[in-house]
């Protein structure tokens, strides 16, 4: 059983900054990518960036410029630096992990608000 705990969230005012952790652990095999995923009241969960494990990185044009996603020195885990944080940015963020076989797992998020 793969779990992964976020942390760091919480509430900061328009043009502050976050950084959110993702720690994985269990039984994983080969990782294909981690990424974050958002969800705001009554939207759709939305893919916010996501790193592969050969380095690549890809980000929503809301965030580009703003947020940057990194491989922790610590084996599987993963960090969003948000920076330049506007208030449409307030959502849950959901830690993800897609293994090169198998389904995908979620953390169980972690809130961020972000005031004006």
């Known amino acids: 059983q793969v779990q992964l705990v976020e942390s760091g969230g919480g509430l900061v005012q328009a043009g502050g900054s976050l950084r959110l952790s993702c720690a994985a652990s269990?039984?994983?095999?080969?990782?294909?990518?981690m990424g974050w995923y958002r969800q705001a009241p009554g939207k759709e969960r939305e893919l916010v960036a996501v790193?592969?494990?050969?380095?690549?990185?890809d980000y929503a044009d809301s965030v580009e410029g703003r947020f940057t996603i990194s491989r922790g020195n610590a084996k599987n885990t993963v960090y969003l630096q948000m920076n330049s944080l506007k208030p449409e940015d307030t959502a849950v963020y959901y830690c993800?992990?897609?293994?090169?076989?198998?389904?995908?797992?979620w953390g169980q998020g972690t809130q961020v608000t972000v005031s004006s």
């Open positions: 993800n992990l897609r293994p090169v076989v198998g389904k995908m797992y």
């Open positions: 269990g039984s994983i095999f080969r990782i294909n990518a």
């Open positions: 790193l592969t494990s050969g380095g690549s990185t």
